[in-house]
């Protein structure tokens, strides 16, 4: 499956007619652990970060739409079931992306608890994707260790910030 360019995506439509200006976007994020407990990162082509696969959803699709899309575009691998345990949507979830555009996340996190297919170390949006083992992590932005913490902490009930 290839990614659509960033200038043909909602955000990136926006993006053309207010620019940088700080904008709330929806989307989905996926922690994707493994049956040994190694998370699933990938390795953005963008900006070479380490970040769990995530994006924006786009008009028309729903949340759950958009979680598989944005797996299955970023790894390969095609989500079968997923548990949502947390909302991220406080203007502390603020950042500037790779062209500049300002962001107030809301992001709506999933516990991916099963997937098939095979993992992609490359693809349109990523140049590798790999499982960590939770103690040989590569460095990894505040948000993205806050979610680890509150995949451990989920209980059940939805996690709200």
Same mark, same amino acid.
């Given at each position: !499956? /290839?990614?659509?360019?960033?200038?043909?995506? @909602?955000?990136?439509?926006?993006? #053309?007619? $207010?620019?940088?200006?700080?904008?709330? &976007?929806?989307?989905?994020?996926?922690?994707?652990?493994?049956?040994?407990? =190694? $998370?699933?990162?990938?390795?953005? /082509? =963008?900006?070479?970060?380490?970040? !769990?696969?995530?994006? %924006?959803?786009?008009?028309?699709?729903?949340?759950? =739409?958009?979680?598989?899309?944005?797996?299955?575009? +970023? &790894? %390969?691998?095609?989500? *079968?079931?997923?548990?949502?345990?947390?909302?991220? &949507? %406080?203007?502390? @979830?603020?950042? &500037?992306?790779? @062209?500049?555009? +300002?962001?107030? !996340?809301?992001?709506?996190?999933?516990?991916?608890?099963?997937?098939?297919?095979?993992?992609?170390? +490359?693809? =349109?949006?990523?140049?590798?994707?790999?499982?960590?083992?939770?103690? *040989?992590?590569?460095?990894?932005?505040?948000?993205? #260790?806050?979610?680890?913490?509150?995949?451990?902490?989920?209980? %059940?009930?939805?996690?709200?910030?």
């Amino acid at each position: !499956m /290839s990614a659509v360019p960033f200038e043909e995506t @909602y955000v990136g439509n926006l993006r #053309q007619s $207010v620019g940088t200006q700080r904008l709330i &976007t929806p989307g989905p994020r996926a922690v994707i652990i493994d049956s040994a407990g =190694d $998370v699933l990162l990938v390795r953005r /082509s =963008d900006d070479d970060t380490w970040v !769990m696969p995530a994006g %924006g959803l786009e008009l028309g699709e729903s949340i759950w =739409d958009a979680l598989v899309r944005e797996v299955q575009e +970023e &790894t %390969g691998l095609v989500v *079968e079931a997923a548990t949502p345990i947390a909302l991220y &949507t %406080g203007p502390q @979830y603020w950042f &500037t992306n790779a @062209y500049g555009g +300002e962001h107030q !996340m809301f992001a709506v996190v999933f516990r991916v608890d099963r997937w098939s297919g095979s993992l992609l170390a +490359e693809t =349109d949006e990523t140049r590798d994707a790999r499982f960590f083992a939770r103690d *040989e992590l590569p460095p990894l932005r505040p948000v993205y #260790q806050e979610t680890l913490a509150d995949l451990d902490a989920f209980d %059940g009930v939805l996690i709200v910030k």
